[in-house]
């Protein structure tokens, strides 16, 4: 066989592999959802979503606890991220190229780079040991670190993109620059600011690790931030360890509900920018 | 440029928070090494390289952990990488124009589902295939070492393929982003000098190697850190093997695991010096990443733009 | 616009028998040559007879698809998805466009030098021997000989015969060329196509490579498009002007600019536009 000949089969042969590694890496991922939506689907009652946990060893019950639960902790979540994240993207655009917003900046990569658990350490040793007790508000500020970086970053982009001709406007009208960022440009950029906390939440509502030592979980009905709070992805963790059937049908719920709540967060990002977008051009 | 006072208001107000999050960073390295003085004291260096971890007798070796997470990563990189890069291709290279978009979205679907998601379709899907397969092995294969031990299901192997895909992604986005801002240039010259389609992605790739290899390292980043997947699949058993069968445990596991059991202090302390390591390895992975990343991406987008009379050049 | 040094050049160009085109050694016979870009036709009818051995320059204003044609000829717009050509181009008789045309290979025949300058991120030395090492040579004697002589050829060797293994990127932009010239000929083709190949130096530099072409000739058929009508002037025996995806005029060099057939030829040619 001639060298070129050779060549080109190679060169079919190395394509070819390319298109397997694409159905090897959609092979699991269609498994999963099949598994999920199979198990959880199925198991999802009327009961999962209003009734508590039963007791180990009874069946039935649900995880309503645990959704409300999730719900707080991305609430407080989010609010110790979007006022910090937002403004410190605003710093970090506004003033670019100074030493200062470069550490930052750095320092904000190196934040997304770090694994959740440790971040769960971290709210564990400033929220925890203190009181020496569990809370909502360990967990929640736990998921806001988390989500910080990607705020920042997102927030920061998108107000660069902002046509510089907007600001030098505002600005020649007598905008102080404080009035002309928060009346102009911040929201020129809402949308897409807007896209980056979706997107931000829509990672920590999956999040487990950084849960098991300051939430910590509760069998119980609480939405107060000063107590232990249960929550999905813990529920599910839990579930899914112990040893009773009824207990991993729910799990598989559980990690249903997750994924829909994760997917649905996604396409509202993506909505949600579209929508804004066109109620801003004239 | 007046600098009224307002403007100095609002940047310090603004610097304010931005050092909040610089703050962050630095605290969360002081809190862990302030919270493991007891154990960093006792111990010292020997904490690394100890096998046993032994909480009741206060015997707190760490290296079957660190053992873990660096075997569990390096296996999930192996088979990882070469189907990231794989898809990256096909994506920017070779697919017909109408899948580029579903298929990019599909490869970042992978990405967003949640890890206790994957870890419980590890344990309930994935384990029993793979005790299946453990099975099937030959015998003569299973004298090797890195076949050898009672086939569980849960084990090194597993954990390392459920870490493989939830790591392809990452490394898959970036390496077609790389791909994508190489030159149409170099492919034409390789391609007007006789090359097969292959040999062209060759030299694109070859372009975009720094970046490329960045884009590895990010998804070893995220290999090295992931928590919940693997220890439901990895079987949670402190010990040093080479066998894919073999229960093993890793830094992030063992905290997960047993941080709400440490009943003592020293026993908190050695668990938190294990995630000060954690976050150390972490952070050195992920900043020689982005450093690689940035530096390609900078060449790249530095093309020059085609003057049409370019007569400042020196002479040729 | 012609300097009388032009001029002579010009009427040393004129080869003796270039008025009968049967007479000439037709190395590329292009006979109805469409192209379309999807549904845009940027060709139309394109027949013309490229003689072996000397040098064909193609001229015309911005977006006349001289590009577009030279690229056809080496079938470097495959890689293009929209693209389709019709009719044939024959080199040595045989058409490329056949569908059983070995792509590859032709493209060994037909080498390529880019208005911009590519080299491959590699030493100047692994730059020449891209080429020759996919097509199978590996033994390191074959190829340095390759390589010096390619870089003898392309009028570069005295000035990287010290540095051979330093990075193709530490040359200067008219060097770069050269070496791109130089990778060009190592693979030994029959015809070289220069698409604009100095419209991005200095005018030092591009002596160099209009020097270079005039050399080369001698050894392979050359096409060259250029927006620089004096270049063409120069450099080319033969002329062709397109304008508007059509082939306006093709004749040898002389006659084209002192004596253009054509009113549109003559306008362009007198730069009464263009």
Redesign the interface.
């Known amino acids: 066989m001639s060298y070129a000949r050779r060549r080109k089969i190679i060169s079919a042969i190395a394509e070819g592999l390319c298109a397997v590694a694409v159905i090897l890496a959609l092979l699991p991922l269609a498994m999963i959802l099949f598994y999920v939506i199979k198990q959880g689907f199925t198991s999802l009652n009327w009961a999962f979503f209003t009734q508590m946990p039963k007791p180990v060893g009874e069946t039935g019950g649900g995880m309503a606890n645990a959704i409300v639960g999730t719900l707080v902790l991305i609430a407080i979540a989010a609010s110790v991220a979007v006022p910090i994240g937002c403004i410190c993207g605003v710093h970090l655009a506004e003033y670019t190229d100074s030493k200062f917003s470069s550490i930052v900046r750095f320092a904000a990569d190196v934040l997304n780079g770090v694994p959740s658990i440790v971040f769960g350490m971290f709210a564990y040793i400033i929220a925890v040991l203190p009181v020496k007790r569990f809370s909502a508000l360990a967990g929640g500020l736990a998921l806001g670190f988390i989500m910080i970086p990607i705020v920042v970053r997102t927030t920061e982009e998108l107000l660069r993109l902002v046509p510089s001709g907007l600001r030098e406007g505002a600005l020649a009208l007598g905008a102080t620059r404080s009035r002309a960022v928060f009346t102009v440009i911040l929201p020129a950029a809402l949308p897409g600011i807007l896209t980056g906390i979706l997107v931000a939440t829509a990672r920590v509502a999956g999040e487990t690790a950084p849960l098991l030592f300051t939430a910590f979980g509760n069998a119980f009905w609480s939405t107060s931030p000063v107590q232990p709070i249960a929550s999905l992805t813990q529920q599910v963790f839990l579930y899914a360890n112990s040893a009773y059937e009824d207990w991993h049908r729910q799990a598989w719920a559980g990690a249903f509900l997750l994924v829909v709540m994760i997917l649905t967060l996604s396409i509202a990002a993506r909505f949600a920018v579209r929508r804004l977008e066109r109620m801003n051009r004239p | 440029m007046r600098r009224?006072a307002?403007?100095r208001?609002?940047?310090f107000?603004?610097?304010i928070?931005?050092?909040?999050?610089?703050l962050?960073?630095v605290?969360?390295g002081f809190?862990?090494w302030r919270?493991s003085m007891l154990s960093i004291a006792k111990f010292g260096f020997k904490f690394w390289t100890g096998r046993v971890w032994d909480p009741v007798s206060g015997e707190f070796g760490a290296l079957p952990f660190i053992w873990g997470t660096l075997y569990s990563s390096l296996l999930a990189m192996l088979i990882s990488t070469?189907?990231?890069?794989?898809?990256a291709?096909?994506?920017s290279e070779?697919s017909p124009?109408m899948l580029r978009q579903p298929?990019t979205y599909?490869?970042e679907?992978?990405a967003?589902?949640?890890?206790?998601?994957?870890?419980?379709?590890g344990?309930?899907?994935l384990t029993p295939i793979v005790r299946k397969l453990e099975i099937l092995m030959p015998p003569t294969l299973r004298k090797l070492p890195i076949f050898s031990g009672p086939p569980l299901g849960v084990g090194m192997g597993t954990a390392a393929i459920i870490l493989a895909?939830m790591v392809?992604?990452f490394t898959?986005s970036v390496a077609r982003e790389i791909l994508k801002n190489v030159?149409v240039?170099?492919?034409?010259?390789?391609?007007?000098?006789?090359?097969?389609?292959?040999?062209a992605?060759k030299?694109a790739i070859?372009?975009g190697k720094t970046g490329v290899i960045g884009a590895i390292m990010?998804g070893l980043?995220?290999a090295?850190?992931?928590?919940?997947a693997v220890t439901?699949v990895i079987g949670n058993n402190p010990q040093v093997s080479l066998s894919l069968y073999a229960p093993q445990y890793t830094m992030?596991a063992v905290?997960?695991n047993e941080?709400?059991e440490a009943a003592d202090e020293l026993y908190l302390h050695a668990l938190?010096e294990i995630?000060l390591l954690?976050?150390i390895i972490?952070?050195v992975?992920?900043?020689i990443?982005?450093l690689l990343i940035w530096s390609t991406k900078r060449r790249m987008t530095r093309v020059?733009v085609?003057?049409p009379?370019?007569?400042?050049?020196?002479?040729? | 616009m012609l300097t009388t040094i032009d001029m002579e050049r010009l009427g040393a160009t004129a080869t003796p028998s270039a008025a009968s085109l049967e007479s000439m050694n037709a190395k590329i016979s292009v006979r109805d040559f469409d192209f379309f870009y999807g549904p845009a036709k940027v060709l139309h009818g394109i027949s013309l007879d490229i003689p072996d051995r000397q040098v064909t320059a193609l001229i015309g204003p911005s977006g006349c698809g001289k590009s577009t044609f030279i690229r056809s000829i080496n079938r470097m717009n495959d890689i293009i998805p929209e693209a389709v050509a019709k009719g044939t181009i024959a080199i040595d008789g045989r058409d490329i466009y056949n569908s059983d045309t070995d792509v590859v290979s032709l493209r060994r025949r037909v080498g390529m030098v880019f208005q911009k300058s590519n080299p491959f991120p590699k030493s100047i030395y692994d730059n020449i021997a891209y080429g020759l090492r996919i097509g199978g040579m590996h033994n390191k004697r074959e190829l340095n000989g390759v390589v010096e002589k390619s870089l003898i050829r392309a009028a570069l060797w005295d000035e990287v015969k010290d540095r051979l293994h330093e990075s193709a990127f530490a040359l200067s932009g008219g060097q770069q060329q050269r070496l791109c010239i130089a990778r060009a000929l190592a693979v030994d083709p029959e015809v070289l196509l220069m698409d604009e190949p100095a419209s991005a130096l200095d005018p030092i530099a591009t002596t160099k490579i209009e020097e270079l072409i005039w050399d080369l000739k001698v050894n392979y058929t050359i096409v060259i498009v250029t927006h620089n009508m004096q270049q063409a002037a120069r450099v080319s025996d033969r002329t062709a002007f397109f304008m508007l995806g059509r082939l306006v005029e093709y004749s040898d060099t002389k006659t084209i600019f002192m004596n253009p057939k054509e009113k549109m030829t003559e306008d362009y040619v007198t730069g009464r536009f263009g």
Do not use: C, H
């Open positions: 009224s307002d403007d208001i609002f940047r107000t603004t610097g928070f931005a050092a909040l999050v610089l962050l960073v605290g969360i809190e862990l919270q070469p189907i990231a890069l794989g898809i291709i096909y994506i070779l124009k298929l599909l490869t679907l992978l967003a589902i949640p890890s206790i998601v994957y870890g419980l379709w344990v309930f899907v895909i392809i992604p898959s030159p240039a170099q492919r034409e010259g390789a391609y007007a000098l006789g090359a097969t389609r292959w040999e992605i030299v070859g372009y990010l980043g995220r090295l850190g992931e928590t919940m439901m992030a905290i997960a941080f709400t938190i995630g954690l976050f972490t952070i992975v992920n900043v990443s982005r020059i085609f003057p009379v370019a007569k400042e050049e020196a002479a040729a």
